[in-house]
């Protein structure tokens, strides 16, 4: 069992940046691979990027491909998402998510989720 919490949204112009973390409770967190989604309003969710248990293996949506890095340290227990030149279509609330099988770009195969922090870029 892992509980997660976001945080690290807010507010920035077209062009930011923003660094969000997911902070992960519990002693197993580096038996999980974890993703992180966004849902925009009147959207489906939607598949940002995942990173495996050990964090060498990392996969991104083709929308975020060269903006967008996530990263792990496990021994904090928490996962990170740094999202640069921002863009307005990139404003969502944005969850982060852990599943113990695979990394997957399927929220469907995501056992836990967090709260969700809001992300919303200006132009």
């Known amino acids: 069992q892992v509980q997660l919490v976001e945080s690290g949204g807010g507010l920035v112009q077209a062009g930011g940046s923003l660094r969000l973390s997911c902070a992960a409770s519990?002693?197993?967190?580096?038996?999980?691979?974890m993703g992180w989604f966004r849902q925009a309003p009147g959207k489906e969710r939607e598949f940002v990027a995942a990173?495996?248990?050990?964090?060498?293996?990392?996969y991104y949506a083709d929308s975020v491909k060269g903006r967008f890095t996530i990263s792990r340290d496990n021994a904090k227990n928490t996962v990170y998402l740094q999202m640069n030149s921002l863009k307005p279509e990139d404003t969502a609330i944005y969850y982060c998510?852990?599943?113990?099988?695979?990394?997957?770009?399927?929220?469907?195969?995501?056992?836990?989720w967090g709260q969700g922090t809001q992300v919303t870029v200006s132009s």
């Open positions: 990173i495996s248990r050990s964090g060498g293996l990392t």
């Open positions: 519990g002693r197993t967190f580096s038996n999980y691979a």
């Open positions: 998510a852990g599943n113990p099988i695979g990394t997957y770009n399927d929220y469907r195969r995501y056992d836990y």
